[in-house]
Every structure is written in C-alpha cells, then in structure tokens.
C-alpha cells in the first residue's frame, strides 16, 4: 500500500500536467490551459481571451470571459488596470525573479483585484461554469488556481410592477427574472437573520441555481429537508421556470388543482414565511413556489390583509362566491332547465321558456358552445399584443353574445350566464387557480347533463373527496376546513382583525405559535 | 383478485368511463322549451247531465298550459292554450292529454285549481284532489279555489285586455290584497287542504267568478269536514266576521255606513287578534270569544266631526265594535245553525286546552258546535286619524 | 410524506363521523314514522326520551371500549367473549350495516325517482354512487373523517336555513297541547325516534382511532344530542306546517314540508332542491361509513386486505338494496336493521361489558 502510494508520488511529478489533464483540473502551465479556452473559442464565437503580463514583470497572465456577459467597466478599471498600469514598483522587474508564482498569486488576491466577489477555482468544469454565468477567470502563469471575479452583468429588466397578481392598495412590485434581485427582494423587505437561502443546482444540461427560503426556528424542519428531498430528487435537463419545478415536486401530478401556489409579489411570499411555509426561487422566473398550500390560499389576495377587517371579509365572501358560481353556474343552469322545471321560481320557469323558444339545440350544447367562445376569445385576447387583445375580447365578445341570441343559436339568459361565469372566474386572484376551475366547469357541465341536479351533488363530492385526499407536502390540502382547526377558521371563515391572529396556523406546526401578542 | 388490486386505479379508471358510457341514455334529460307547464286547472261538471254520487262522476278538467309563440320578429312571446277534456278521474283526463297535447305536460308549476260550485257540492273532495296529493309532479303549494258558475270561464283570455296576462297567475296577484280588503280570503293550499281533509275538519275556499270580463273574489264556500263536499256559502260581508273570529294578522278596511246614527265612516285596522277560550262544565261545552283591533280612521262622512274630542272617538269606535260583533254573530249563526260546520277552529281551541273531552266529541264535533253556545266580544281602538283632526 | 398519515381522527373528527352516518333516512321520514306511534304531536319528547335512554347505553359503549382502548369492536369481540361467539356477534353486527348501506342505497333511489330523476333506472344511479363511494373508502379512515367535516355544516347550515323559511307555514296550534293525552303516546312513539338514531354504536368502532381517548364520552353525548336537537327541529317544523293528520298521510313528510310553501320575491321561489342536494351528501356519509366498517369488520375477523371486502361488499349491497318490493318494503328494510342494530346495542354490548368486567375482575383476584 505505501510502497504503491510512492509510486504514484514519483510519477505524478513527471505525468503531473497530463493527468491533472485527465482529471479535469486545470495546469500550472498557462499554455496548457489556453490550449483548453482556445479550443472552446471555436465553438462559443463570444468567449474573449486576453493574454497580458503581469505589471512590469515578465508573467503571464490570462483573463477569460464572455463578451455579451460580463461588466466591461469592471474588467477594464478594476482587473486589468490594476494588473498592468497600477502595479506596484515594488513588485516590478527586478524583484520578479525573487517572488515565487505563489507569493505573486496571493498578493494579487489580497492587494491588487478591486473586485467584491473572487472565488478560487482548480477544475475546468468549475471555471467554465462561471465563465457562462458571466464571470472572470483570472489565470497566472505558475499556479495551479484560478481566481474566478464577479463581473457579472445580467440582462434583466427594471424593477416593475406585478403582472398577475394587482393590488389597488399595497405595493406592485414585483419579483423579475434574476434570481440575486429576488432574493435582494426578501432581504429587503425581511430584515431577519433567520431567513435562510439555502441554494440547490438542478438540471443536467443546464445547472440552474434554486434557492429554498424559509426562517430557521420558524418553519418546521421536516418540511424544509422534505422540500430539499423533493429538489434533489429532480433529474431532468433544464429548469426553465419555476412552474417545471412545480411539476416536479408536487405530491399528485395528475391532480386538476395546483400543490403549489405561484406568485410575483414578495410580500405574499413574506407572508408565507412568517407563516413558517418555505418558498422556492428559481433563476430566471419571476414566479416564486410557496409550499405547503391549502386550497383557500388560492382564493385569498394579499389586499385582504391590507384592507381593514370588514371589507376583508366581506370581499373574500365574494370571491368565495365568485370560485362557486364559475364552477357550478352554468352546470346549474343546465341541471334546471333540462332536469327538474319544477326546482325553479315559475315566472323565471316562464321566461326561460319563452326564451328558449326557437333555440334549436339542448341547453348543454348551447352552454358548451358559449363557454368554448369564451375561451376561445380569452386565449386570444391573453396572447395578442395588449392593445389589441383588448379589443378583440371586447369586439368577440359583443359580437358573439348579439349574433348568437339573433341568429336563435343561444337564448339571452344562456349569454348572462356565461358572461356571469366568465366574470367570476377573472374573479379569481389566482391565475392556476383560475384555470383549474375553468376546466372543471366543463366536467360539472357534462354531469348536469347526464343526470341533474344529482349529478352536480356526486360532481361535488367527487371533487371533494378527491380534496379531502390531496396533501401538499404532506399537508392536508382541504386544512383548516378538514381536518378542522378551530384557531385557522378565523382566516377562513372571515378575515379576522390582525389583532385576533395572534396564533400563527396550527396546521404547518411552526416551532414558535405565536405571531404576537395581544395590544 | 391480487392483480386486480394491484390495478385498482386502472380498474376504477375504466368503471368511470364505463358508466359515463352508460349515462348516454341522458333518460330525463328533456329541455324546457320542450315541454309544456300546466299552470293552472279547472274544474267543472261535464256538460248535460247531472250524476249523483255512486254513479261513475264526469269531469270536464281544463288545462291551462303555457305556450309561448315565436312572433315574426323572432321574439318570443307569452302566450297559453287552454285545453279542456271529459272523463271520470283526474288520471285518466291527463292521459288523454297526452294524446293531443304537443310536449310533455309538467305540472310542476301548476299554481291555481278552480274547482267549479257544482262540481264541489257533489264531489267528495278527497277523491277529486287525491291526484294532485299523491302526484309527485304536483307541489302542495298550488292553491284552490272555488268558482262560481263555470270553473273554465275563469281561465279564458280576457279579449279586452291588452297582453296575455295567464288567469291562473293573475287570480293568485289579486289575492296580494288581502291585507287591504278584509273581504279577502287567502286561498288555501293543498298542504291546508290536505290537513283539514285529513283531521277532518271544515273548511273555507275563497270563490272566484268572472265578472263581466273581471276576476273576481268574492264570497267563500264552506266545505265540511265529515262528507268533504261544498255545504254552502258564506258572503263577504259574512267573510269579515270570519276573519275577526280567526284573527290571524293582518288587516284591512271595517267601514260602518249607519244612516240612523248619522254615522257614515271607515276604519283602516292594521291589527287584528282574537282569542277563543273554551269552557267545559260536566258535558257542557261553551266558547267565549274576544276579539281585538287597532285601527286609524280614514274616512268620515260625519258632520262637525271633531277628531281632537276623545268622546267623539269613543262613539265611533263602539259603533265600530258593534258592526264587528254583528259580522262574527251572522257568520255564527251561518255555520252554526245553517251548515254546521266549524270552519274557525273552535275544535281545535278545544283540543288544546281539553284535549281529553275532545277524544270523546271528536267523532261528531260538527254536529255538536251546531248547538254550543258561543259568547263574542269585540274590543277595537282607533289608535290614530290620519292628519286631518276637525272639519 | 413528511406526516406519514397518523391513522387517528382528532375529536371534533369523531363526533362528525358519528352524527353523519347518523342522520340518514331518518331525517325525511322521522316525522312520520314517530307519530305513527303517538298519534299525538308530542313526538319531540319521544326524540328527547329516546336520547336519554341511549345516552345510558352510549355509557355502556364507552366503559366497555375503556376494556381495549385501542382495538375495535371486531378485535376484542372475541377476546371478550371467545372466538365463536365473539364472531358471530360481529358477523351480526356486520350484517346490520350492510342492510343500512343497502336501506340508504334504495331510500336514495327511491327519493330521486320520486323528486329528481323519474326515468333514470335505478341501477345507474345506485352505480355512479357507489362508485364515487368507493372511491373515498379507498382513501381510509381519514378522508372519510375530512368529508364528514365538510358536508356536516354545510347539512346542517342548508337544513337550518330551509326550515327557518318554512316558518310562514308554521302554526303553533298544530304541536299543542303538550302532552294532553298523558304520557301514553310519548311511551308510544319513542320506539320510531329510537330507530333515528341508529348509528351511535359506531363509538365501538371509532374508539380506537380516536387521538384523545379521553374525550370519547364527550362525543358520544355530542353524537347523540346534536342528532336529536336536529330531529326535534325537523320533527316541530314539519309537524307545525303540515299538521299531524296529514304528515301521517305522507311519505316523506320533510320533503313535502318545503313543498308546501313558495317565496316569492327572493332569487329562489322552491327550497326542497338545496334540501335534496345535502340529503344526497349525508346518505353519501352515512353509506361510506357503514360501508367502511362493515369492510373493515371483515377484514380484522379474517386477516385479509380491506381492499377484497371494500369490492366484494359493493355488489352485495347494491343485489340487497334491489330486494325490496316497493316503498313498504323499503320501510319495512328499515325497521329490521333497526333491530339488529338494538340486538347488538342492547343486549351484546352489556352482556361483552359484563363478561369484560367479570374476566377482569378474576384475573385480579387470581394474581392475588
């Protein structure tokens, strides 16, 4: 065992640059590693190699970088003018000789780079990951280390406000592409030394940068670990956004509902955290992953805690209302006026009557074919330029309702109803909410057809039991409407005075219950 | 079975989509413009001869169903058909409906029968509305009415007017006036009907007529409680006291018109309540009745009326408590004395407080009310005058 | 999982399993069925007497459970009273629900034939439903729970908002006198309540699962009050709208109650579709848990995977709720598991606790 441990010592002196090679590190010999970035150069026509000496000495140096990528300014005034103009006499010429690689390399790190961030790199891989994600490689002739300096200048846009997800009182930022200006976001506005980032490379092809945010001794460890366990798990090739991640991670993919509530907006996200949930950033996606969920949550604004109380509540009753009537109308509609006349007051029995007087087809075809309008124009209208999306809903949707009744295709209470359904669902705060119920309808739909009123009753249990089954992260999904917390409801039911919630939810088992005391 | 478990999703999957196909049939799915409500239904003896009890009973039923038409416009219109047709029970004149009616008949909405005089004085009326009762398709809402002459004049379009307001809706908006009129009859409904017919006790029923080309309400008909037939009649004037001996809440206008007195005036009672207490001495059985009202005067025809005078108000109201309790005693004596039946609910004031005696008259407590002798006591303030205090 | 799903049901939990596969048919024929044996209006007490006396044996139920607080009624049977005659109590006991789950399958095809779907054949109706049924037995104990505390308040939130509406029907003369034949007919009609409440016995199952075994009293007073404040609300409204002579002339009496009034002006003219839309939903309950257990009890007599019986008893259910002839017989189903149900309530579970107590109390002697 020694003796072959000799060996090896005796013969990587001799193989030391051809196996290092092999190993994927880099060389002490700066041709060898050019050699490396040069043949790169063939394939990636923005990767910039500028060879230089060190000040007045004879070393060799190197920088490598991506063009498009990186901070010229910095490269400029804080690396190369600092290594060639600014250095230092007493380091020039006459010394050099005296001053091993080491020495120089250290004095470099230590005096010279006027760079925040320099991280050391031994390993090809290392270097080139950080020359695509936008940093300098500093490579001198001798050492076996490069130093990798934050240059990085991200495209990205302005700070701007939330797409999805409007507020009338509170703040609209919103979160953008870059994953630093999102995590800056939550340090920002949660000045807490307990907010832990916890970072996680995913994707084979691409490694893309995770952040796992939670507040330590808030949120229950075994959802943290369950959550890393879940990412880790991941092997795909790229993330692309945080909605692949979702899909990944979430407990039932076959489910109709979202396990994971996406949002643009930091102070929901903050809110989470300090609920003890954990949220997950993923470079380049404005969406940030809040984990657990429960199905309220996607039914609840930030607003209706901005808001005082009352107008709370009562807005949240609304759109409770709203999530209902998006779901069930048009099916209830159907389930009445096909099934049971009898179920409905008689002058409405009598105008519907009349109304659908010269309709040629069922109320269910008549239904399906307006929602499909609806849709249809939605789609449009979401995917066209903004000025004229809008016009094209609007003009569609005149249009359509007018011609429909006139050419006797759909009765005029039929166009109500699904104007009404349509409404409700923008009512919706949560777009994958949205969609979800948006689908859903048309199954509601085609029960009611099938069998009425009774078919809308199993269609609602269905959906409820397959509620009542769901779990995000092991969290029952239908809490704290089942199973019961008595202390939640008041942030169910209502939207209780921000001085009644004194008690973090119950539910996610925080390591500190209380949000506060009592004034 | 392992396997079977093992696939259990698959399984499930499969059993859904299976009986989804199965649902194809969409059995009771029928849409609304395809089928026809029968909103209301009348009630008549058939033409010519007059059959007795015994003899297979012949009904002429009118339907009244509506039947929107699509104008040249486009535009629907509401509009209904009325379709009579004879036979010997309810059953059997809905199915010959159906052999010339165009879509299903629903009477999921049927609102008014109008049962014809003739035709209640000479039909158990158990039998006439077990139909409706036991009929699913008919909701113990529907109200009942007895109409005076021809049941299915009622029902028929009124030329002179200008739309196509449906009698048998029309007939129930009329009876929104009943706390306005205290001449006005609530009609009852086939849960009221079907109680008093099951306990066995009397009853009233509004009466309907068509005047000239109006609606009319106007009189009630007492129906018995022990042969379920019309007995007889009671006039609105007579209807009034009934209502002071009910005193459910309520109101309505008392005018007096005493052209001996001088004493020409009107009172609007906007409350009403009465009480029937019972006595019982060994096997005698004896009711006093105390009725009070609250009312404002609205109307005088009275010279140097001078409303400021409490002496004044006092005359008026004892006039008034006068013609109160000759209403209640002519209605008394009415059914008392003429139809013997309780319709007021004297038995029912008596099962409550005596419930044993009452075992023992239930059997025949019409004949016995006949003869009890009931004490009425009206107490009536006018509580206000309007803003009008002298002339 | 993080949580691997603890197999136990919090309190509130309990108590809404039980009060749901409680309220059943009972709920639109009680009125009925209780005045058949008054023929007084004083039924309400007959609901009052009733509760009392199964509150004596709810405490029976729980001392005995007090024996073998973690096994149910199936485990410690034999236990208690050896091997054959143990099973064979749980075979009747087993027997019981499965005639429920049957009664409530063809009580729910006779209503919706009658109110909601008059072509539809029965077979699919009953079908879809136990399919759906099934689908939520798969899941366990737990979801069952969760469902129960959802569809319980929205039961009893929509039955209270109806009945409060029947109000302008309502007439006090029709529930007086109290009591003015004696206390003869209350005696009379209790038998018709009693059968109401069928279905607090499931404490014997449910202990077990229970997270806090020492609130089980709590909910057995709960499951049996809430039911029969719930009945005596049903049994006053129907009563005070419809009369007494007529109520017995009906056969869904709650049903024809909201029948027998329209509101005009408001958005809804007729309320007896909400009523049957939640009845559907405490069917479902009822059958899903009477159907669990049954499949359960199977499954801890003989060892097997719950998952054979949760199959196999789906069809048996569906052959027997197709035996009876007409709505008589349906009744006529109804009142036989009754009496199976007071066989095991009234005579098994006192003669177990006597048994129990008996053992123990000689096991004790015995070691000293």
């Known amino acids: 065992m020694i003796k072959r441990h000799l060996y090896r010592r005796k013969r990587k002196s001799k193989n030391e640059e051809k196996q290092a090679a092999e190993n994927g590190m880099i060389a002490r010999d700066l041709q060898t590693n050019l050699k490396y970035f040069k043949r790169l150069k063939e394939h990636h026509a923005d990767l910039v190699i500028r060879k230089f000496k060190i000040g007045g000495t004879d070393k060799n140096a190197c920088v490598v970088y991506m063009n498009e990528l990186v901070d010229k300014q910095v490269i400029n005034n804080h690396i190369l003018k600092m290594l060639m103009v600014d250095w230092p006499e007493a380091y020039s010429t006459e010394n050099a000789d005296s001053i091993s690689p080491a020495a120089l390399f250290d004095f470099t790190h230590d005096h010279i780079l006027a760079v925040n961030n320099v991280k050391e790199g031994q390993s090809y891989s290392e270097l080139l990951l950080a020359v695509l994600r936008g940093s300098t490689v500093l490579m001198i002739d001798g050492i076996n280390t490069a130093l990798i300096l934050d240059t990085v200048n991200k495209k990205k846009k302005a700070l701007g406000g939330s797409f999805s997800e409007v507020v009338v009182r509170g703040s609209n930022t919103a979160f953008i592409d870059t994953l630093e200006d999102n995590m800056a976001l939550l340090r920002q506005n949660l000045v807490n030394p307990d907010l832990t980032f916890f970072e996680l490379n995913v994707g084979r092809r691409t490694q893309c940068r995770v952040i796992i945010a939670y507040l330590n001794g808030l949120a229950n460890p075994r959802l943290v670990e369950e959550v890393k366990n879940r990412i880790r798990k991941i092997d795909t090739d790229q993330i692309l956004d945080s909605g692949y991640l979702e899909q990944f991670i979430e407990d039932n993919p076959l489910s109709p509902f979202p396990q994971l509530q996406n949002t643009e907006r930091p102070d929901r996200v903050i809110a989470a955290l300090n609920e003890g949930r954990v949220a997950i950033l993923v470079d380049g996606s404005p969406y940030v992953l809040i984990a657990p969920v429960a199905f309220w949550m996607f039914l609840q604004s930030p607003e209706d805690y901005y808001e005082r109380w009352i107008p709370g509540t009562l807005i949240r009753w609304l759109r409770y209302l709203a999530a209902f009537i998006s779901l069930f109308l048009p099916s209830i509609y159907i389930a009445f006026t096909s099934f049971h006349y009898g179920l409905i007051p008689t002058e409405l029995a009598i105008s519907i009557t009349a109304t659908r007087e010269g309709v040629p087809f069922p109320a269910f075809i008549e239904a399906l074919f307006m929602e499909f309008a609806v849709e249809i124009l939605r789609e449009a209208g979401l995917r066209l330029p903004k000025t004229v999306g809008q016009t094209v809903s609007i003009v569609g949707g005149l249009v359509i309702g007018e011609s429909a009744v006139r050419a006797g295709i759909a009765s005029p209470i039929m166009v109500i109803v699904v104007a009404i359904t349509a409404i409700c669902s923008f009512a919706i705060p949560q777009y994958s909410a949205g969609i979800s119920l948006r689908y859903l309808r048309f199954a509601v739909m085609s029960f009611a057809a099938l069998i009425g009123l009774y078919g809308l009753v199993l269609f609602f249990l269905l959906m409820t039991i397959h509620l009542v089954r769901l779990e995000s992260f092991g969290y029952p999904y239908l809490a704290p409407a089942a199973p019961v917390r008595v202390q939640d409801l008041k942030d169910l039911l209502f939207r209780a005075p921000l001085f009644r919630m004194k008690r973090r939810p119950q539910l996610l088992k925080p390591e500190d219950q209380v949000r506060q005391r009592g004034t | ?391 | 999982m993080i949580q691997r799903q603890k197999r136990q049901l919090t309190t509130i939990q309990t108590a809404f399993f039980t009060i749901s596969i409680i309220l059943g048919m009972g709920v639109l024929t009680l009125p009925r069925t209780i005045t058949e044996g008054t023929q007084t209006p004083d039924g309400w007490i007959s609901v009052i007497l009733a509760g009392i006396i199964f509150l004596v044996w709810g405490r029976l139920i729980i001392l005995l459970n007090r024996y073998y607080p973690d096994l149910t009624f199936f485990q410690y049977m034999p236990l208690i009273l050896g091997k054959w005659l143990g099973n064979l109590v749980n075979l009747i006991f087993i027997l019981y629900m499965i005639l429920t789950a049957s009664y409530q399958l063809r009580g729910l095809s006779a209503v919706t034939f009658l109110y909601l779907l008059p072509t539809t054949p029965d077979m699919v109706k009953i079908l879809i439903f136990i399919f759906v049924a099934i689908y939520l037995i798969n899941g366990g104990i737990i979801p069952i729970a969760r469902i129960c505390e959802i569809l319980l308040p929205i039961t009893l939130i929509v039955f209270a908002f109806v009945l409060l509406l029947s109000f302008r029907v309502f007439d006090p003369q029709h529930i007086r006198p109290v009591m003015g034949l004696g206390i003869e007919p209350v005696l009379k009609g209790t038998p018709g309540a009693v059968l109401a409440i069928t279905g607090f016995e499931m404490m014997l199952i449910l202990n077990a699962y229970m997270e806090q075994k020492k609130q089980a009293w709590k909910v057995m007073v709960a499951s049996i009050a809430i039911p029969s404040v719930f009945y005596i609300v049903i049994y006053v409204a129907t009563i005070g709208g419809l009369g007494m002579d007529q109520v017995l002339t009906l056969a869904f009496p709650t049903l024809e109650l909201l029948r027998s009034y329209e509101i005009t002006g408001i958005l809804f003219e007729r309320y007896e579709s909400f009523m049957l839309a939640v009845w559907i939903m405490q069917i479902f309950t009822t059958y899903v848990g009477v159907h669990y257990f049954a499949s359960l009890g199977f499954s801890q007599m003989t060892g097997k995977n719950i998952q054979y019986f949760i199959y196999g008893l789906a069809p048996l259910h569906f052959l027997i709720s197709a035996i009876p002839n007409n709505l008589n017989e349906v009744f006529k189903l109804g009142d036989i598991y009754s009496c199976i149900e007071l066989f095991v309530v009234l005579v098994a579970v006192p003669a177990a606790l006597g048994v129990a107590w008996l053992k123990k109390r000689l096991s004790s002697s015995w070691k000293k």
Request: net charge positive.
């Open chain 2, 1 to 391: 079975m392992r396997w079977f478990l093992k696939r259990k999703r698959n399984i499930f999957i499969i059993y859904l989509i299976l009986s989804l196909a199965l649902l194809t049939g969409c059995w009771d799915n029928r849409d609304i413009e395809e089928v026809s409500f029968n909103l209301g239904i009348a009630l008549d003896q058939a033409d010519g001869d007059i059959k007795l009890e015994g003899e297979p009973p012949v009904i002429t039923a009118t339907f009244q169903n509506l039947a929107p038409k699509v104008t040249i416009s486009g535009q629907a219109e509401i509009d209904f058909d009325n379709i009579s047709i004879t036979g010997n029970t309810i059953s059997k004149i809905s199915t010959e409906l159906a052999l010339l009616n165009p879509g299903t008949i629903i009477s999921q909405h049927l609102k008014t029968i109008a049962i014809s005089e003739n035709l209640a004085r000479h039909m158990n009326l158990e039998n006439l509305l077990n139909d409706f009762q036991r009929n699913i398709n008919t909701r113990i809402s529907t109200n009942i009415l007895i109409a005076k002459g021809n049941a299915k004049s009622v029902f028929e379009k009124n030329l002179g007017e200008k739309g196509n307001a449906i009698p048998a809706l029309k007939i129930l908006r009329i009876i929104d006036n009943d706390d306005f009129s205290l001449r006005l009859l609530k009609p009852a409904t086939l849960a009221i009907v079907g109680d008093r017919l099951a306990s066995e006790q009397s009853f009233l029923l509004p009466r309907v007529q068509k005047k000239g080309n109006e609606i009319v309400l106007e009189d009630a008909a007492v129906i018995s409680g022990k042969t379920k037939k019309m007995v007889g009649l009671i006039n609105s004037e007579e209807v009034n006291g009934f209502r002071w001996l009910v005193g459910k809440k309520g109101g309505g206008r008392l005018n007096i018109f005493n052209r001996k007195n001088n004493l020409i005036f009107t009172i609007q009672i906007f409350h009403m309540s009465s009480e029937i207490i019972p006595h019982v001495r060994g096997n005698q059985i004896s009711f006093d009745v105390n009725v009070y009202g609250e009312g404002t005067l609205i109307e005088d025809w009275i010279e140097n009326a001078d409303a400021a005078d409490n002496r004044f108000l006092q005359k008026l109201e004892k006039e008034a408590e006068q013609k109160i309790v000759y209403q209640m005693r002519s209605v008394l004596y009415k059914l008392q004395k003429q139809f013997r039946a309780d319709v007021v609910g004297f038995g029912e004031a008596l099962r409550i407080k005596y419930p044993q005696t009452f075992q023992k008259v239930k059997q025949n407590w019409d004949e016995m009310f006949a003869d009890v002798p009931i004490e009425v006591h009206a107490d009536l303030k006018i509580r206000n005058y309007g803003v009008k205090i002298k002339k």
